[in-house]
């Protein structure tokens, strides 16, 4: 979807929070996961990773800010 709509149903809101929540979840253990690392090569691959889901996480807020979205 191009431009997102001025109201958000409950339906469509429970989906982008079950996305934000694991996305948000699966960073943390990125992140948490990146700090205990010794293997440079490794700890550089989570932080893609982390990246991705820090990416996504971002992406739903700004469906739900709506007003930049025009």
Same mark, same amino acid.
């Given at each position: ?13 429970? +989906? ?7 996305? +948000?979840?699966? +960073? ?26 820090? #990416? #996504? ?10 007003? #930049? #979205?025009?």
């Amino acid at each position: 979807m191009e431009k997102v709509p001025c109201m958000i149903s409950t339906k469509d809101l429970d +989906y982008l929070t079950d996305i934000f929540n694991w996305n +948000y979840g699966a +960073y943390k253990s990125a992140v948490n996961m990146e700090d205990e690392l010794t293997d440079k090569a490794l700890s550089k691959c989570v932080r893609k990773v982390s990246d991705l889901f820090m #990416n #996504n996480i971002d992406t739903v807020l700004d469906i739900l800010d709506g007003e #930049n #979205n025009e």
